[in-house]
């Protein structure tokens, strides 16, 4: 529940459903904003959303809109004896997204309804009122690791998985391409060998994007001897190696890293594959995907100073 009035795309986002549901359950059900301040739009006050609620909770669980709009009508501040479920239920389940807030709950729900436009409008704005960092830590995180947990119990939701990585992939792809930066790609991003989870590599790539930052990414399972090759080829100053489980968390790769003759400045294993304990010495595991773009940064400049200072 909130405190202030919200704008539709607020609300339609905490509910995991589109603007134009919102609008059409306003003109025919009358379930639209209460608040009217003269010369601005109107506002959905917290009695507005809790009726909402109702209305997408019923309708999700096969209840007709217009009997979900009888029952979303009564006062959100009296109990309702909702009435009872039908055979269709949207799935039957939910993805918990734990101390997540509003807009993951929302984004989950609409990951649940396959509705693929509600989810990448949730991300795209996100990404660009929040930046990327944010984005990945609050809202993609908790929703993406929930939906694992559910198919961790029940060998299920693999079709909401899939719809979730590809509208990830799709908006990571979009910051990634409009902030490219110019000038020599510095960082070059790998997965392990073997290793096929890549958001989160595409996320730290729209990362450094957004934060100007030049690099190299040549995606999922690639062996190490090709790893090394890359590495010989461009000289990257930095490498960063994802590992997504202990499978393909093979610390001979990273010290074929150390030994090749263009020697990278900074090696870095991400991902919790990786085990501290048994990481070659000169290895740094970052912790989250905010360290892993202050390390890429520390870099960055570090060159900049010493070409800064070459030329002087």
Same mark, same amino acid.
């Given at each position: ?33 209460? &608040? ?12 507005? $959303? ?23 009508? &009564? ?45 990448? /409008? ?21 929703? $993406? ?13 693999? /079709?909401?998985?899939? $719809? ?31 290793? #096929? ?55 001979? #790769? ?13 090696? $870095? ?31 960055? /400049?570090?060159?900049? #100073? ?7």
């Amino acid at each position: 529940m909130v405190d202030e009035p919200l704008s539709a795309g607020a609300v339609a986002r905490r509910l995991g459903v589109a603007v134009t549901t919102l609008r059409t359950w306003h003109q025919r059900y009358g379930l639209g904003p209460s &608040q009217h301040i003269p010369g601005h739009h109107r506002r959905y006050t917290p009695a507005d $959303l809790a009726r909402l609620e109702i209305m997408r909770k019923l309708t999700a669980e096969g209840v007709t809109p217009a009997e979900a709009a009888r029952w979303a009508k &009564q006062s959100p501040g009296v109990a309702v004896r909702l009435p009872a479920r039908t055979g269709r239920d949207g799935g039957g389940q939910t993805i918990p997204v734990g101390r997540a807030g509003p807009a993951a709950r929302g984004l989950a729900r609409a990951a649940m309804r396959l509705d693929a436009a509600v989810i990448g /409008d949730t991300i795209s704005h996100a990404l660009a009122t929040d930046g990327v960092i944010a984005t990945w830590e609050g809202l993609l995180r908790p929703v $993406l690791a929930g939906i694992g947990e559910r198919y961790v119990a029940t060998a299920g939701l693999i /079709d909401v998985e899939h $719809l979730m990585s590809r509208c990830v992939s799709e908006a990571f792809a979009a910051v990634a391409h409009s902030g490219r930066a110019a000038g020599p790609a510095r960082i070059l991003l790998s997965c392990a060998d073997e290793e #096929q989870h890549t958001l989160p590599l595409e996320a730290l790539a729209a990362a450094l994007a957004e934060a100007g930052v030049a690099y190299r990414m040549l995606g999922a399972r690639v062996p190490v001897a090709a790893l090394v090759e890359a590495v010989n080829r461009t000289g990257p100053a930095a490498v960063v190696v994802w590992s997504h489980t202990r499978l393909t968390a093979d610390p001979g #790769q990273l010290s074929a890293l150390l030994a090749v003759p263009r020697r990278p400045l900074l090696v $870095l294993a991400a991902g919790p594959g990786w085990r501290a304990d048994t990481l070659p010495a000169g290895v740094v595991r970052p912790v989250d995907l905010a360290e892993a773009v202050s390390l890429a940064l520390a870099v960055r /400049d570090s060159l900049d #100073q010493s070409t800064g200072a070459d030329r002087a």
